[in-house]
T-cell receptor
């Protein structure tokens, strides 16, 4: 079975600084995808970034980058130059296996301070 | 691209009534959609996988007769909460499967908040 672990219930970061949100995963599938979603207080889930298990390079999308360490089974999200609008819940997720369903972590609440 | 809408965004109903929630993929066709439930400050819990033209696949512990899912077209899936009770009050969110740079990805709707009185 697949499992996602996010050990940080909440994080604070000063505006304009970088922050790393931790995510570790467990799976026996050789092929899988790792995702990060942002959920602001409005409730919508916003897709941020994707990393495939066979990707050699870390994924980057604007201010978001995914620090993928396959041997450690970690897929940490790095947000550079934090903005007040980055305050939200962040979920790490993975798919793969039968049905290719998404498995979510518990989430990390990020608060950006001005 | 890859926009998913949900309607209604908010619904308040009396106990015993049924509520229908619509999930639409606006700019792509989705043979597979998913329905999730989320309690405050918790993660998403997958309820069922909705497949166009066939029966939905429910997760263990989810009552099929309670949560009716219909995926009648490639752009619309509906979730009907039948005979709703206060314990069904929750945030329901759908997603639709599409690709992003060739990789399979789920895009989510804005969610529906259900309050059963």
């Amino acid at each position: 079975a697949q499992k996602i672990t996010q050990t940080q219930p909440g994080m604070f970061v000063q505006e304009k600084e970088a922050v790393t949100l931790d995510c570790t995963y467990d799976t026996s599938d050789p092929s899988y995808g790792l995702f990060w979603y942002k959920q602001p207080s409005s409730g919508e889930m916003i897709f941020l970034i994707y990393q495939g298990s066979y990707d050699q390079q870390n994924a980057t999308e604007g201010r978001y980058s995914l620090n993928f360490q396959k041997a450690r089974k970690s897929a940490n999200l790095v947000i550079s130059a934090s903005q007040l609008g980055d305050s939200a819940m962040y979920f790490c997720a993975m798919n793969g296996g039968y049905g290719n369903k998404l498995v979510f972590g518990a989430g990390t609440i990020l608060r950006v301070k001005s | 691209g890859a926009v998913v809408s949900q309607h209604p965004s908010w619904v308040i109903c009396k106990s015993g009534t049924s509520v229908k929630i619509e999930c639409r993929s606006l700019d792509f066709q989705a043979t597979t959609m998913f329905w999730y439930r989320q309690f405050p400050k918790q993660s998403l819990m997958l309820m069922a996988t909705s497949n166009e033209g066939s029966k939905a696949t429910y997760e263990q512990g989810v009552e099929k007769d309670k949560f009716l899912i219909n995926h009648a077209s490639l752009t619309l899936s509906t979730l009907t909460v039948t005979s709703a009770h206060p314990e069904d009050s929750s945030f329901y969110i759908c997603s639709a499967r599409d690709t992003w740079r060739g990789w399979e990805t789920q895009y989510f709707g804005p969610g529906t908040r259900l309050l059963v009185l």
